[in-house]
C-alpha cells in the first residue's frame, strides 16, 4: 500500500487530481480557520485518508471541509459585525 504524507508536502505527485484537490482545500481552510496546519493528512489510497490522527473516506473529508467552510464564513461574518458595532459606537461618542 502507498501511504502519501501531507503534513508539509504541497506536491501532487501521483494523486488524482480530485483526492489532491480535496486534500489541498482542506488544508488551507483548515490554516485560515485555526492559523495553523493540521497535525497529520495522509492519503491511505482506494478512498482513505487520515486525518488528525481520525481514519475517514474522502467523501468524508470532503463534507468535513464544507462544514469548515461554513465556519470559516460565520467567523469572518461575526469579526465583521464586531468591527461595523465598534465603529458605530466609536462615532457616536
Same mark, same amino acid.
Given at each position: ?17 480530485? *483526492? ?11 490554516? /485560515? #480557520?485555526?492559523? +495553523?496546519?493540521?497535525?497529520?493528512? &495522509? ?6 485518508? *487520515? ?11 470532503? /463534507? #468535513?471541509?464544507? +462544514?469548515?467552510?461554513?465556519?470559516? &464564513? ?20
Amino acid at each position: 500500500m502507498h501511504i502519501r504524507d501531507f503534513s508539509s508536502d504541497t506536491s501532487t505527485g501521483d494523486l488524482a487530481p480530485s *483526492v489532491s484537490a480535496i486534500i489541498g482545500r482542506y488544508r488551507q481552510l483548515y490554516r /485560515k #480557520l485555526y492559523l +495553523q496546519d493540521p497535525r497529520e493528512l &495522509r492519503d491511505l489510497g482506494t478512498g482513505w485518508v *487520515v486525518v488528525n490522527g481520525a481514519r475517514m473516506r474522502i467523501s468524508e473529508l470532503e /463534507k #468535513l471541509t464544507n +462544514q469548515m467552510q461554513s465556519r470559516y &464564513r460565520q467567523t469572518v461574518a461575526q469579526k465583521r459585525n464586531i468591527v461595523k458595532r465598534l465603529v458605530a459606537w466609536l462615532r457616536s461618542h
